[in-house]
């Protein structure tokens, strides 16, 4: 017993590494409260054994990302999940392989002021049609490198292609960028787009 | 025939398993350690004086839930206690709050191995809970994990929730053995109301491990300044048998209350304390500090017994924190039962370090 329990917790924290977590309690702070319908939701910070949105065993925790919006007014913090790159992609394979579940929802937070955003982080790999949904904003990004040798990750040109081509499949009808900007991971960036249907 | 079988077989299918589905399996826990230097002084006698290094509720536990239907889910928890400091013993993988049950609209039905709803009702009033000498339940008795627990919570009330525990009793109803032998024995249970800067709770043990408990508590925050005060009368439940309130409760007055009952055969029959605790969040740092005054008397004569506290926490994320903490718990002396001299404990914590996932 003490064996398998040692081995199942080097597993899963060796394998499973969630960089932060969003603004809910951590379970381990509520676990000796009883309040058992908050405490059994499925947060997506926390760390799965057994994940059911992919059906994986072991799944990679949530990449949160913090990021403060330039205005004054709002402040959005983003959840990820991690994507899975196609096995039939025309791209440049990622050197990272993760998981590919449904789209995340994620919420902006306010400062003082009372307006809040919803933000829906979806997957530039996933071609599954989702309904339009006018004036709602979404959320993209993908991983690009400014190293002319790297190939393998894409180039700024063909991450810039893959992100217009999610924006149209996901707004047929148009779409408004409301906001643009990269992150350094690893020696490549990821780019972020935010847009809204028009 | 066959066809009408087939249809028969397929609704009752339907209706045993209708859109069952796992949910997720979660692992979490915390690592806790801290570099103390602890000293025992019973009346003059040096029962401890060393340095430890020591970890404070450190655990690992899964949970999950699997969805039988829209209005039902079946939900569980598992969790150990796990000691990073080498000295686990048989402390290391001892179960903590470990349950199974059903989660729906009528609320949440669970039966394992818990924390009583009394000791629950203390939220986080409690600003040093589970530190070594720094946790309410060195003076204060009532803090129980109990085994063999059913426990029932209403769903949420608005702000308003209540939970409900029984516990069968631990004889084993052989003769001569049966005299808490029934279905409930034991009963604890609570009424909270949280709603935003207010927290009120009060716990009732009746009979748990052979003690009748009454506990008030509160808390209230303004900014980043959180008071808390809790109220308990206990007394036990029966003299002539079971656990008394030396059984159920830890630290200086503890060994007091051994003590005193070898010496002079003095049993303490009620309790009364009160505790104050404060917390105070300055950017990365949340300072704290809590005081707690408890008294242990029958009919002749009385110990009293405080215990002070008083820490600092510096949040290097949501994860990951440094503490410093200061502990000092007296019993005082009481000649006319053999406490010749206060019984002293002091701790100091020099520096610890806790680390959730």
């Known amino acids: 017993m003490k064996r398998f329990l040692t081995i199942l917790v080097a597993s899963t924290i060796t394998g499973l590494c969630p960089i932060a977590y969003g603004d809910d309690e951590m379970a381990v702070d509520s676990a000796d409260d009883f309040n058992p319908e908050s405490f059994h939701k499925s947060k997506p910070s926390e760390i799965k054994v057994f994940d059911s949105a992919s059906g994986k065993f072991f799944s990679r925790g949530v990449d949160v990302d913090a990021d403060v919006a330039d205005s004054k007014e709002q402040a959005v913090k983003k959840v990820y999940l991690e994507q899975d790159r196609p096995k039939n992609s025309d791209h440049a394979p990622s050197t990272t392989t993760l998981t590919a579940p449904s789209p995340a929802s994620s919420t902006a937070l306010t400062n003082a002021a009372s307006t809040s955003i919803t933000v829906e982080a979806l997957d530039v790999f996933d071609n599954t049609e989702y309904p339009v949904d006018t004036g709602k904003r979404y959320e993209i990004r993908t991983r690009y490198t400014l190293k002319p040798g790297n190939s393998a990750s894409l180039s700024a040109d063909a991450a810039t292609d893959i992100m217009h081509g999610k924006m149209a499949q996901q707004c047929p009808q148009g779409w408004e960028k409301q906001r643009e900007w990269s992150l350094p991971v690893e020696g490549d960036y990821y780019l972020h787009y935010q847009f809204e249907c028009l | ?357």
Do not use: C
């Not at chain 2, 801290?34 to 509720?57: M, P």
């Not at chain 2, 409690?126 to 029932?152: K, T």
């Not at chain 2, 209403?154 to 032998?181: K, N, Q, R, V």
């Open chain 2, 1 to 357: 025939m066959k066809q009408k079988l087939l249809s028969a077989s397929a609704i009752v299918s339907s209706l045993l398993i209708p859109n069952a589905y796992a949910g997720d399996v979660t692992v979490y826990g915390k690592i806790n350690v801290s570099y103390n230097q602890i000293e025992k002084d019973e009346a003059g006698v040096i029962e401890q004086d060393n340095w430890e290094l020591e970890t404070f509720a450190s655990r690992l536990g899964f949970k999950g839930f699997e969805k039988i239907n829209d209005s039902l889910k079946a939900v569980y928890k598992l969790e150990y206690q796990v000691v990073p400091d080498g000295e686990g013993g048989d402390r290391e993988f001892k179960a903590r709050n470990s349950y199974v049950g059903l989660q729906g609209s009528f609320g949440t039905l669970v039966a394992g191995n818990h924390d009583t709803p009394l000791k629950q009702s203390q939220g986080k009033v409690d600003v040093f809970n589970d530190y070594s000498l720094g946790d309410i339940a060195l003076s204060i008795p009532g803090e129980r994990r109990e085994n063999d627990i059913v426990m029932y919570k209403t769903p949420a009330m608005g702000a308003l929730s209540g939970t409900l525990a029984i516990m069968p009793g631990e004889d084993s109803g052989a003769a001569g053995d049966d005299e808490d032998d029934s279905f409930a024995d034991q009963i604890s249970a609570n009424l909270i109301y949280k709603q935003d800067a207010i927290y009120a709770a009060l716990g009732i043990d009746d009979n748990v491990n052979g003690l009748d408990i009454i506990r008030l508590t509160g808390a209230y925050t303004m900014g980043d300044v959180t008071i808390g005060a809790m109220y308990q009368e206990a007394e036990d439940a029966d003299l002539t048998q079971g656990n008394g309130l030396s059984d159920n409760v830890k630290g200086a007055i503890s060994s007091a209350l051994i003590d005193a009952e070898t010496l002079t055969d003095f049993v303490a029959e009620d309790q009364q304390s009160f505790l104050l605790s404060v917390k105070w969040k300055i950017n990365s740092v949340v300072l704290k500090a809590q005081y707690i005054d408890s008294t242990y008397e029958n009919s002749s004569t009385e110990i009293d017994n405080t215990q002070m506290t008083v820490g600092a926490d510096y949040i290097l994320s949501k994860r990951t924190k440094l503490y410093v903490h200061y502990s000092e718990i007296v019993a005082e002396q009481n000649t006319a039962i053999g406490i010749n001299g206060d019984y002293e404990y002091t701790g100091m914590g020099l520096l610890g370090m806790e680390h959730k996932f």
